[in-house]
């Protein structure tokens, strides 16, 4: 049951590297250049869209680019 | 002595010597065909009479003998493996609370990802401790730390090079396999290609290659590897989420994937290219680089390595030139050095 678990969560992990690792990196990048999100967003807003898609996209093609 | 002093071909498994200690690891029987079913010709060393094969293996390992790892003067290894993934682990709060400068963290982080598989690789052949002698734990300890920052556990590492020296160069059950490619560019490329999620190389090839093997030390790995990429995430994870994210991106992610790069690339690419000689002689190239001996991690002499395991990596080189006349008896072309 436990090796079925991680067995999922690794199918998952580029969408999961996307929220947890993307996300935050791309928020404090903004922030240390002073570089507003578009649309009003916060830069970690900004971020979570970018992270979840781009690790969605990385998920269902099997490559990042 | 533990294990035999050379490494075993498949065709000299079934010839005169027996199979065990390093090769008792690895996945026994032999598929037939490989050779037989592939595309394009194989190399082969040169047809030697009986009598010349055993004086000039004879002779082969005397010079191997002299050479072989001394578990006092592999002390060093374990210092400076030991020493460094210390110092790294420090980074981390080092760097968080600006003591140590980013962009340290990050060259020195990026060094021991590309250098670390050095140690790990000399424990997978017992080198630094042989079974059954005190020095064993520390043997085991160098491995289990050397390659952390790759993401990649010693057990796993040393269960698939093993395969890779038992199979090398066989396109289905040597799992470097698939770090082939034409040139030096496409080499590199490669290297990042195959760690894409989808794609079947690197470690998703080691993964295969492990659920095929299927004994329990396999499925040992398999778990492992699953553990610490798992743990290593969250880590990471964790560490961006805590407002540290460009630690852990300059301390861990970006070092990780140049030293996996810049592994593949030396330690299997290059040593290997063209990957068209399946016996001990020709599975392996001797080659000049201009980047030389240090930066190519002494990958020039990288024949004596699969003719000897037992040989560390710092010896290559001087064993590889007293063998010489007799690898050129065998067919290896020596020109390059």
């Not at chain 1, 580029?14 to 404090?28: D, E, K, R, S, V």
């Not at chain 2, 991690?297 to 560390?312: A, E, F, N, S």
Request: proline share 5%; charged share 20%.
């Amino acid at each position: 049951m436990g090796a079925l678990v991680i067995r999922k969560l690794l199918l998952w992990m580029p969408f999961l590297f996307g929220i947890g690792f993307i996300a935050p990196l791309t928020a404090q990048t903004m922030d240390y250049w002073n570089i507003s999100a578009p649309f009003g967003l916060s830069s970690l807003v900004f971020g979570l869209i970018l992270g979840g898609a781009w690790g969605l996209y990385a998920n269902i093609k099997g490559r990042w680019v | 002595m533990d294990r035999p002093i050379d490494d075993l071909t498949r065709e000299e498994t079934h010839d005169d010597l027996p199979l065990g200690g390093e090769a008792g690891l690895i996945e026994g029987g032999v598929e037939s065909g490989a050779a037989d079913r592939s595309a394009f010709e194989w190399r082969k060393a040169p047809e030697l009479d009986r009598h010349v094969r055993i004086r000039l293996r004879k002779d082969e390992r005397e010079i191997a003998a002299r050479w072989m790892a001394d578990p006092k003067q592999m002390r060093i290894y374990t210092v400076v493996t030991l020493g460094c993934f210390a110092f790294w682990v420090a980074l981390f709060p080092l760097c968080m609370m600006d003591i140590v400068p980013l962009w340290f963290g990050f060259a020195f982080s990026t060094f021991i990802a590309a250098v670390g598989y050095v140690p790990s690789h000399e424990a997978m052949h017992h080198n630094i401790g042989r079974l059954g002698t005190k020095y064993h734990f520390w043997n085991e300890a160098v491995g289990q730390v050397a390659t952390l920052i790759l993401i990649f556990p010693f057990s796993m590492a040393r269960l698939m090079h093993m395969h890779h020296h038992y199979h090398c160069n066989h396109p289905e059950n040597d799992p470097d396999y698939t770090d082939g490619a034409d040139n030096w560019w496409k080499a590199w490329i490669k290297t990042w290609l195959n760690r894409q999620p989808g794609a079947d190389g690197s470690i998703h090839h080691y993964k295969r290659c492990l659920e095929r093997i299927g004994t329990p030390e396999a499925h040992i790995a398999l778990r492992d590897t699953m553990l610490l990429q798992l743990g290593s995430m969250f880590f990471m994870f964790a560490l961006c989420w805590s407002g540290y994210a460009f630690e852990a991106a300059f301390l861990f992610w970006l070092p990780r994937h140049l030293g996996l790069s810049y592994i593949r690339y030396w330690l299997s690419w290059a040593p290997h290219h063209p990957r068209d000689g399946l016996d001990r002689y020709t599975n392996t190239r001797v080659f000049r680089t201009w980047v030389g001996h240090w930066m190519s991690l002494g990958m020039q002499y990288h024949i004596v390595h699969h003719l000897y395991p037992g040989i560390p990596n710092h010896a290559t080189k001087y064993a590889y030139y007293e063998m010489k006349p007799i690898l050129e008896a065998r067919g290896v072309d020596c020109t390059p050095l």
